[in-house]
């Protein structure tokens, strides 16, 4: 079993529509959880992090956390075409340091 | 801030040759990580340092990969010799300690011929 698994697409929603991306882990000792883009050919930028249960909503991104189910999700509301990249899920691991582990992505194309 | 900057950005050498990729991290990051990442296995962890010392390099591939970090301002990873299996983009990320976001470099695209 991967540490850090999700679907690698390619998801394709229509613009306007919303987008939703998920994430499992296995470790459940993680304790931070992040979501980041990738354009192609571009280094990964962060864009949401969520350390607690619940839902956390920034601008038009949500990511939402559940700790029992170890799973981790993002919505992207009123989906655009510049939103069309790769979004990596990633994991920060229990024991002291920080150790970051990313799933594969899943790449996601918003068509007008 | 500059952000997490590595050199160079574009590599190509023959099988066999030694290999050096370089990381200035994050004025202040005082944790750093080498990725590598490429189409059939997506973005792996091979080591990270936290003040300098490396605490896990469970992810390295082989011997022939080595990664060192003398200063708070300058990392390298080695690939000595190289294969053509060796061949992906290689990132560079740091972090403070107390926060868990990291943030990349623009990495080092390897192709070995």
């Known amino acids: 079993q991967k540490e850090v698994e999700q679907n690698s697409g390619p998801l394709s929603v229509p613009e306007g529509a919303i987008a939703s991306l998920n994430c499992t882990y296995s470790d459940r000792g993680s304790q931070s959880f992040f979501w980041y883009r990738q354009y192609s050919g571009k280094s990964p930028e962060l864009i949401m992090s969520i350390y607690s249960n619940g839902d956390k909503e920034d601008g038009r991104f949500t990511a939402q956390l559940n700790k029992a189910s170890q799973y981790v999700s993002l919505l992207i509301r009123d989906s655009q075409p510049s939103d069309s990249a790769t979004y990596l899920c990633a994991v920060n691991r229990s024991g002291g340091y920080n150790k970051l582990i990313f799933g594969a992505g899943t790449r996601l194309a918003v068509h007008p | 801030d500059a952000g997490v900057i590595q050199s160079p950005r574009h590599e190509v050498t023959e099988m066999g040759q030694e290999v050096t990729l370089r990381c200035k991290p994050i004025?202040?990051?005082?944790?750093l990580f080498w990725y590598r990442q490429t189409m059939m296995r997506g973005l792996e962890l091979l080591i990270y340092f936290n003040n300098n010392v490396p605490i896990d390099d469970s992810g390295m591939p082989e011997d022939r990969f080595s990664a060192k970090m003398p200063n708070a301002s300058f990392s390298t990873l080695k690939i000595q010799p190289s294969e053509p299996r060796d061949s992906a983009v290689y990132f560079c990320a740091s972090t403070r300690t107390g926060a868990s976001e990291a943030f990349f470099g623009q990495g080092t695209r390897l192709t070995v011929v």
């Open positions: 004025s202040g990051h005082n944790s």
